[in-house]
């Protein structure tokens, strides 16, 4: 069930995409070339469903969606049913303590040690900041921490979430970092993390600031937390559903890091914010923070974004992308952005497997559509 992300790593270099967009590019959403290249992809790798977006500053410019939300069942996807966003969720947490830094509760160079004053801290750890967590180069690692162990007794404990945080930062900051310090190794771990910091800063759940500094805000009415219920998408495992009532998500105490869901248009209207479509929301020297990579050796990791470039990335030539991918092994979401461009493209699907194919295939063939426009 718990995914480690290792496939994380080829969504993290730039598209290989060729040509310049043109300047009225918008004109091309809802054309019938995007819809073929959903219908194309969708029947060559055939997951449960497959959802499509086209995203300016605006939010959702062109919607498409395909397939069934539970495999037995007739009842069709819908554009507004909600998604499971998996490791996506990191840039929203990230976005998050931004939102502090601009509310003077928080630095980004704050370091561990401030962000957890109660805690028993080993001092290896002594200069390494939120920053370093947010940029998977803290030296936290996975393999020490996320064991079977952990999340077999994390899916059980019926306690509050920052308690199980809490205890979850003081096991990962007690002993030396695992890992070089600088150096990139992407983890859900730093985003637990990252969450507990939040969770200490504001005296809330993450949950709680999540909803307060990011959903309410940018008016995402669909959004939430774990596995969608109720009138919505099963995700899949080896074709078959999973019923969201049992265990069809990661343990809620790893939601920092990956358990938001929320619907296509909501989603969009996050990916706008992020390309500079919220000002009141995000200032553009808190964004550029949030999307800059770390400095140092490969590959360029921002704040829960990979970032590269692409011929149609910038105004009239190239620019940098944006690029992440999120599964929880039952779903599927990527997203591929040109800040610069304020233009962006979103696919998701309700399946781990074959959603990751389609999903991929397809948002290459939309900046492909939309370049070629």
Known sequence: MFATRRALLGGLVALPLAGALPAAASASFGNAAAEAA?????????????????????????????????????????????WHLGSNTKAMTAAVFGRLVQQGRARW?????????????????????????????????????????WLMAAHADQRPLPEQRAEFAARALRAPPAGPVGQ??????????????????????????MAAELYAPLGLTTAGFGAPQGDAPWGH???????????????????PAGTAHMSLADYARFIAAMMGGA?????????????????????????????????????????PTITHNGSNTMWFATVLAAPGRGLGFIVLSN??????????????RLAEVSAAA
């Open 109 to 149: 160079d704050m370091l561990v040690a401030e962000a957890f004053p109660a805690l028993t801290i080993d001092p290896a750890w002594s200069a390494i900041t939120m920053d370093d967590l947010m940029h998977h180069r803290a030296g936290l690692l996975d393999a020490s921490l996320l064991d079977r162990t």
């Open 184 to 209: 990139f190794a992407y983890g859900n771990g730093n985003y637990i993390a990252l969450g507990a910091a939040i969770e200490t800063i504001t005296g809330q759940p993450w949950e709680t600031v």
């Open 279 to 319: 000002p009141a929301w995000l200032s553009d020297e808190t964004r550029a923070h949030l999307l800059t990579p770390a400095s140092g050796t490969p590959p360029a990791y921002a704040a829960g974004w990979g970032v590269g470039t692409a011929p149609w990335g910038g105004v009239g030539g190239p620019g």
């Open 237 to 255: 495992r080896g074709g078959v559903g999973v019923d969201p009532a049992g265990f069809a998500d990661n343990p809620a105490a790893l939601g």
């Open 351 to 364: 399946d781990g497997v074959a959603g990751q194919r389609a999903c991929t295939t397809l948002v290459r």
């Open 38 to 82: 959903l219908d194309a992809a969708f029947a060559e790798a055939a997951p449960p469903a497959l959802a499509a977006g086209i995203v300016t500053r605006e939010g959702l410019g062109w919607a498409g969606v395909r397939g069934v939300r539970r495999v037995g069942s007739e009842a069709l996807a819908t554009t507004d049913d909600r």
